[in-house]
């Protein structure tokens, strides 16, 4: 057998699929589970992302979950308390609200929801009863060869949420997802699968947060698939911002049919070591996409976002803008990616990657790739890299406003622009207190 | 109020004021003239207290307090203002955010409540009039996208809402045309009392016609060479600084 990288976390995975497929009886003829079975075998066969691999060059995420986190060990028992829990949800969001503790649904502290022509059911529920919908976009997005924590999240997909939007629904709140981790006692490792389908016409946001809470280390491993059909607006949003322990990887796929629009909100505030891979593929004409990404990091933490962004067919606008804020010995990588296709005349492409080090320490890698195919488009991508404007800083405090004070009006005022364009309040003021309180300090 | 003794700066290593000696009171306004390159801004920066400059010797006494043991944002948070000759722009800060903070934290130096959001708005209408200057500009990101004389009238603006005790104009003429430069000249005196002081920092004599000062001062190669009052300015305007330099040139 070739040697392949993650060798030791393959095997312990193998024997994890292994009795994973005794528990499922009936289901492992499914159609689902054989996808779970090829991904299983690509994960064999291909490993997990190499040292020298380029699009983890930056992110050696293999060595680092090789040395911190338990394959091995069976998910640990969720004790906090009620108050925990409540703690990490966001203060005066009315949203529909789904609770995920150690990455299982808990029904107790989940909303039920009644609304017509929206369906949200547990992932596991929905093999069951949407098993016809599920097998017509399950895997269809997220390639598994194309990503090696996709193929390991698919051969497991049994957690996470499944979201059903009818045509021309207008879901009236955001549906929100908390997944809690509990590390206290033990390592945590969990991984979560959702799929959304948005209708034509329909238009629902959801916004999934990440909190683990105590010293032990923690994986999670999240793949999203997105379906948005035409004229359909799909709102997502993902706020990390997890504990000094926390690995985290995530894998967003969306895929748009003509004149819809899909807008992600990626912001990363905390965790050991954070993977974001978001790709967008505009599959029809005149879509829209918005890719808007905030990063504020300090001690050691160290975030990582790839983003792709696809255009297949003509006439569409997709706009990238990514800022990032890197204190201590943190690190900050982006790498954005578009590709406009031959087909995809009149295409409007904008990307825009902007980073201030407040530390010598601290590091971003940023890399721009812009493929073009077609002759008749409007692309533009830029990245800038620098320190606080100590002119600007001078000109406040001749104000006889505090250095530190200065500091963080400016900061925040750099990051501005991102939070500018998130439309939900509750969320906007919940980041921008976090945000406040972290450049204060 | 203000005392400069013998000060000396430098900026990588390059000596620019070679010994400034110079007496504010309370009440007077001082004009600094000179030709370019006469060490003018650097003694404004310096005074505010601009970490790029290095004091290499001297003092300076501003209300009995050792004005160089305070940083720029405490000297503020004293009294000492400085209009700056190319203010700043600064995306996603609005003027009326940034002023709010920034009287908030004077105020609260001086034991005082921060001002409630009704006060405050009518301390700005108030002080908006006074330099003609628009609600909607103060709105705007700070200074981003201001026109010249956008950016000096807000200077003066932020100066009237602050009340310093000592106001440093750094070239507040420069870039203004002759409207712009009246209103910010009825902005300052407006503003004058017989407990602040300003110093004007200038080049042309032209702001000396509408903001007239008590004393007028050169500086040249980074000393003050001649002291006069206000005719001394129109002596420069007239005559230009030749005279002035071949003089320090004779003497030293």
């Known amino acids: 057998m070739k040697e392949i990288a993650g060798n030791t976390i393959i095997s312990s995975l193998s024997a ?41 060059k930056f992110t050696n995420l293999t060595k680092a979950l090789a040395k911190n986190i338990d394959f091995d060990q069976a998910t640990p028992a969720f004790n906090l308390t009620p108050e925990a829990i409540k703690e990490v949800q966001v203060t005066g969001l009315d949203a529909y609200k789904l609770v995920f503790l150690n990455g299982k649904y808990s029904e107790e502290l989940s909303d039920t929801i009644s609304v017509e022509g929206l369906t949200v059911l547990p992932f596991q529920a929905a093999l069951k009863d949407k098993q016809d919908v599920v097998e017509q976009y399950f895997g269809k997005k997220a390639d598994l060869e194309s990503d090696p924590f996709i193929a390991m999240n698919t051969a497991f997909s049994m957690n996470g949420v499944f979201i059903e939007v009818a045509d021309k ?80 990887v995530s894998n967003t796929h969306a895929s748009q049919e003509g004149s819809s629009t899909f807008t992600a909100n990626t912001i990363a505030l905390n965790g050991a070591m954070v993977r974001n891979n978001l790709n967008i593929r505009l599959d029809g004409e005149g879509c829209e996409s918005h890719m808007n ?49 031959q087909d995809a005349q009149k295409t409007n492409a904008f990307q825009s990657n902007k980073n201030v080090l407040l530390s010598d320490n601290a590091t971003i890698n940023t890399k721009p790739q812009l493929e073009i195919w077609a002759d008749d488009v409007k692309c533009s991508h830029g990245c800038t890299t620098g320190q606080l404007d100590q002119d600007a800083l001078f000109y406040l405090q001749a104000r006889g406003i505090l250095k530190d004070k200065a500091r963080a009006i400016l900061l925040k005022a750099f990051a501005s622009d991102v939070l500018e364009n998130i439309d939900n309040k509750a969320i906007k003021d919940y980041l921008e207190a976090i945000i406040t309180e972290r450049l204060e300090a | 109020m203000l005392s400069i003794k013998n000060l000396q700066a430098s900026v990588e290593e390059k000596e620019i004021l070679r010994g400034i000696n110079l007496e504010v009171k309370a009440g007077e306004v001082h004009a600094i003239m000179g030709p370019n390159g006469s060490g003018k801004s650097t003694l404004a920066s310096v005074l505010a207290g601009k970490e790029d400059y290095e004091v290499t010797g001297g003092e300076i006494d501003f209300l009995g307090k050792d004005l160089l043991e305070f940083d720029a944002d405490e000297r503020a948070r004293e009294g000492v203002f400085l209009a700056f000759q190319y203010p700043v722009e600064i995306p996603g800060v609005s003027t009326t955010n940034f002023m709010k903070t920034a009287l908030n934290q004077i105020r609260e130096h001086r034991g005082e409540k921060p001002l409630d959001a009704v006060s405050f708005l009518k301390r700005m209408k108030e002080k908006m009039k006074l330099v003609e200057i628009d609600q909607s500009l103060l709105s705007r990101s700070l200074n981003e996208g201001f026109s010249g004389g956008e950016k000096k009238r807000n200077e003066i603006f932020q100066m009237a809402m602050l009340e310093p005790k000592l106001a440093i104009l750094d070239e507040t003429d420069s870039g203004l045309d002759i409207d712009a430069l009246r209103i910010v000249a009825n902005g300052v005196n407006a503003l004058k009392s017989k407990e602040n002081a300003t110093i004007v920092v200038t080049h042309y004599q032209r702001l000396l016609d509408y903001i007239v000062p008590d004393y007028v001062h050169v500086l040249y190669k980074g000393r003050i060479v001649k002291s006069g009052t206000k005719e001394l300015a129109l002596e420069l305007e007239e005559k230009g600084y030749d005279w002035i330099k071949e003089e320090a040139e004779a003497q030293a």
């Not at chain 1, 005794?22 to 779970?36: C, T």
């Open chain 1, 293 to 341: 990404g905030l990063y504020v990091l300090k001690g050691k933490t160290h975030v990582d976002n790839h983003t792709v962004v696809d255009h297949v067919k003509p006439n569409s606008y997709s706009n990238e803008l990514y800022k990032g804020i890197m204190d201590d010995k943190s690190r900050g990588v982006f790498n954005g990616k578009i590709f406009v296709r």
């Open chain 1, 169 to 248: 629904v207008v879901v009236d709140k955001p549906i929100v997802l908390y997944f809690v981790g509990d590390s206290s006692a033990a390592k945590l490792s969990y991984q979560i699968r959702n799929l959304v389908v948005a209708g034509k016409f329909a238009e629902a946001t959801v916004i999934e947060k990440f909190d683990t809470i105590g010293d032990n280390e923690s994986f999670t491993n999240v793949v999203n698939e997105f379906s948005v059909d035409h004229n359909a607006n799909v709102r997502y949003f993902k706020i990390e911002n997890d504990s000094d322990q926390a690995y985290h």
């Open chain 1, 16 to 56: 994890q699929f292994e009795a994973f497929e005794k528990q499922l009886n009936g289901q492992s003829k499914s159609a689902v589970h054989q996808v779970r079975k090829a991904a299983m075998a690509q994960l064999q066969t291909a490993g997990l992302p190499a040292a020298r691999d380029e699009e983890y």
